[in-house]
């Protein structure tokens, strides 16, 4: 393989423009998504400082002991302490759940730190708040665009935030310079800040790996599985990766919206028809993401399609 190429995604400016422009943004959201599966987007100069405000409080965390890690307090994989694992040796992550609300964060923070660090939750609980926003609009114009308005409400009341930050150690010679395999996010829509040197590669539909290099007033907003499912298939859910190269350790943080145990994902019958023929059978995300710790969800080509295509 020779060098890779860098797609150039299509920015997209969140801050005012799309109160003055609505159609016309939201037309372009609906294109990204539907060629890349993502985009960029801008949102007046908060990105640069929410993205940097979050590098101490990740390195603080990153830099305790394990056994300080592991007494992160939820029980859900993604959810908590995850690293040290043989496929990924280079990658950990940590994450909080309902990271939008300060009482939640605080709960995890003294569960780590018993005295408190309330600029950890302080930050996180911004961060986390201000990109929700972004998810709401993003998840506004998606659904206005494709004319299933009426739900979204139901849909924004469906899904939790779960915050994660990410570190990916510098390989030495003899490791892999693989930070994070492919994969397809499986939740509703994630929106990424590598906060600290680049690596985010990400598949065009015909199957090329390119560098995305968002600067960092930009965050990247990716669809995942459970919401390619809910459009019928109408947006790309994307395959992803992470590749190490230099000599820096890098620092990324994601808002990942996530559907909420026990809400069954069903596309809207307006997005079924003879030409749109229905993809998925109703699903619940916990469900799906308890196939994809399998070894059968491990191996599968597409998790989505091999636990519920039609
Ligand atoms: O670190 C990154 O930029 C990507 C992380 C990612 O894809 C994930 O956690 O699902
Ligand atoms: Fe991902």
Request: hydrophobic share 35%; proline share 5%; glycine share 6%.
């Amino acid at each position: 393989m020779g060098s890779m190429a860098e797609l150039k995604l299509p920015v997209i400016d969140f801050s005012s423009r799309a109160q003055l422009e609505w159609t016309a943004v939201r037309d372009e959201v609906k294109r990204a998504l539907e060629t890349y599966g993502c985009f960029e987007t801008r949102f007046e100069k908060v990105p640069v400082e929410l993205q940097k405000s979050t590098l101490g409080p990740a390195q603080d965390l990153f830099d305790l002991p394990l056994q300080t890690k592991l007494r992160s307090i939820s029980t859900k994989p993604y959810h908590r302490y995850f690293g040290q694992c043989p496929t990924v040796p280079l990658f950990k992550s940590m994450g909080i759940d309902n990271a939008d609300m300060y009482e939640k964060v605080d709960r995890f923070t003294t569960a780590i730190w018993p005295k408190g660090h309330p600029n950890f939750s302080k930050t996180m609980q911004a961060f986390s708040e201000k990109l929700s926003e972004v998810d709401k609009t993003t998840r506004r114009m998606i659904s206005e665009s494709l004319g299933v308005e009426k739900y979204l409400d139901e849909h924004i009341n469906s899904s939790n935030y779960l915050v994660r930050l990410l570190k990916y150690a510098v390989p030495q010679a003899t490791d892999t310079k693989l930070g994070l395999t492919s994969h397809t996010d499986k939740n509703f829509l994630t929106i990424l800040g590598q906060i600290e040197a680049d690596g985010l590669q990400v598949q065009s539909k015909d199957g090329e790996w390119f560098n995305v290099q968002p600067s960092m007033n930009s965050f990247i907003v990716m669809i995942g599985d459970s919401l390619h499912a809910w459009v019928n298939g109408r947006l790309h859910s994307l395959h992803h990766r992470v590749m190490m190269s230099g000599n820096k350790a890098r620092y990324s943080v994601g808002l990942f919206t996530v559907p909420k145990c026990g809400y069954i994902i069903k596309a809207p019958d307006e997005l079924v028809d003879e030409e749109h023929p229905v993809l998925f059978k109703p699903f619940d995300h916990g469900e799906l993401l308890k196939f994809y710790y399998t070894e059968a969800g491990q191996r599968a080509e597409s998790v989505l399609k091999t636990y519920c295509g039609v």
